[in-house]
């Protein structure tokens, strides 16, 4: 009986903050507070049953001699509001590309990475049909999020592969990025919670 009793405490334990990271968010352009709000919440919904728990900062607002346990950096690319005016022909790209990325040198994932707004928002606005202007706003919040918290799980577990399902697989459909519903596979979870993966 103190052996399984030892072991539901454990499992009632597994959320405990195991890291703690500053995620400073570099915007271009004008962004939506709404959206912001909505970006910090699904972050922490995402991260924290890996353990990690997330201190979202916009850089204009940094105090002046910050201090981090631990950094990822994000150029917030383009307008990161759903009001944004609609790009011009010439600042639209008809390949398609990626919504987000993490930077690498001499094969080692840095933390550093790029969202790319206007992507992002053009992927999702077929499916936000709510013609309320601050829902929506939610809804690309919690998109910036899921795409950010993948390229966290890169970041993190300096892991350079994708997964075969949840969030860290390698694409995304635009009803998967507004609906809050996707899970860290447990090996990501675990790769999260240890700083790493496993050696292979």
């Known amino acids: 009986m103190r052996l399984v009793a030892l072991m539901v405490f454990c499992v009632g334990v597994t959320n405990a903050v195991a890291r703690t990271v500053t995620v400073l968010v570099d915007f271009e352009k004008p962004h939506s507070a709404v959206s912001m709000t909505a970006l910090r919440q699904e972050l922490t919904d995402l991260l924290g049953p890996a353990g990690v728990a997330v201190d ?11 201090e981090f346990s631990e950094l990822a950096v994000f150029h917030m690319k383009g307008s990161c509001s759903m009001n944004a005016k609609p790009a011009t022909a010439s600042e639209l790209s008809d390949e398609p590309g990626p919504l987000a990325m993490a930077y690498s040198s001499d094969g ?9 707004c206007d992507r992002v928002r053009r992927c999702v606005q077929h499916v936000l049909l709510s013609r309320d202007l601050v829902k929506d706003q939610a809804a690309f919040g919690v998109a910036l999020g899921v795409v950010m918290a993948h390229e966290l ?38 790769a999260l919670r240890r700083g790493g993966l496993p050696p292979s």
Do not use: C, W
Request: net charge positive.
């Open 56 to 66: 979202l900062m916009v850089k204009s607002e940094m105090p002046s001699s910050p």
């Open 108 to 116: 080692q994932i840095l933390h550093f990475g790029a969202v790319e």
């Open 153 to 190: 799980y890169h970041m993190m577990a300096g892991a350079k592969a994708h997964t075969k399902n949840g969030l860290t697989k390698e694409s995304l459909s635009p009803r998967e990025l507004v609906d809050g519903r996707l899970a860290l596979p447990g090996a990501v979870r675990e």
